[in-house]
T-cell receptor
Framework: GQQVMQIPQYQHVQEGEDFTTYCNSS?????IQWYKQRPGGHPVFLIQLVKSGEVKKQKRLTFQFGEAKKNSSLHITATQTTDVGTYFCARSYNTDKLIFGTGTRLQVFP | EAQVTQNPRYLITVTGKKLTVTCSQNMNHEYMSWYRQDPGLGLRQIYYSMNVEVTDKGDVPEGYKVSRKEKRNFPLILESPSPNQTSLYFC??????????FGSGTQLSVL
């Protein structure tokens, strides 16, 4: 019940193509956070979603929280080589733990 | 500058030789946590601490110890490291419910 499934595990795209990663939970989530980890770096917070059906945008990144609060997605429009990295979703559990998804590694070919 | 500082950045050791990875944060955060990152498994929580003298097990605590004697420090101790503890380790901190700030990571190899 705690786990967050994240797909795909890997994604290779040509620069300029779009990219989407998905997080799915079997239980209702109180909130979901997204992080980006560049190669050789550490995870960096991107955004937190709290409300059912919430959509937030950061430049070319669009984050969605499902209506039932059981899934979330991160969509990147027109990928650039600077988007390379691993994207993690994370859910709160018991108010004091953050459970991470397995991550989606994005590779962008110029 | 707000940051989480981990040391060392890289560590190679041998089986059974006790080691400590230090973690310090300067943001007065109550919550601190240790994660290990392995290919295909994402970030798994080892231990976490809600405040001074309060620690609790995460998902993969076996073989690890922590302490929280001061608010800013949260060291990770491997009393008798084994090869299956070879991994990339991250310390993180936050104020409750907010975003996690991560340290730069410690790449540990146990031979």
């Amino acid at each position: 019940g705690q786990q967050v499934m994240q797909i795909p595990q890997y994604q290779h795209v040509q620069e300029g193509e779009d990219f989407t990663t998905y997080c799915n939970s079997s239980t209702t989530l109180s909130n979901i956070q997204w992080y980006k980890q560049r190669p050789g770096g550490h995870p960096v917070f991107l955004i937190q979603l709290v409300k059912s059906g919430e959509v937030k945008k950061q430049k070319r990144l669009t984050f969605q929280f499902g209506e039932a609060k059981k899934n979330s997605s991160l969509h990147i429009t027109a990928t650039q080589t600077t988007d390379v990295g691993t994207y993690f979703c994370a859910r709160s559990y018991n108010t004091d733990k953050l459970i991470f998804g397995t991550g989606t590694r994005l590779q962008v070919f110029p | 500058e707000a940051q989480v500082t981990q040391n060392p950045r890289y560590l190679i050791t041998v089986t059974g030789k006790k080691l400590t990875v230090t973690c310090s944060q300067n943001m007065n955060h109550e919550y601190m946590s240790w994660y290990r990152q392995d290919p295909g498994l994402g970030l798994r929580q080892i231990y976490y601490s809600m405040n001074v003298e309060v620690t609790d097990k995460g998902d993969v605590p076996e073989g690890y110890k922590v302490s929280r004697k001061e608010k800013r420090n949260f060291p990770l101790i491997l009393e008798s490291p084994s090869p299956n503890q070879t991994s990339l380790y991250f310390c993180a901190s936050t104020s409750k419910g907010e975003k996690l700030f991560f340290g730069s990571g410690t790449q540990l190899s146990v031979l």
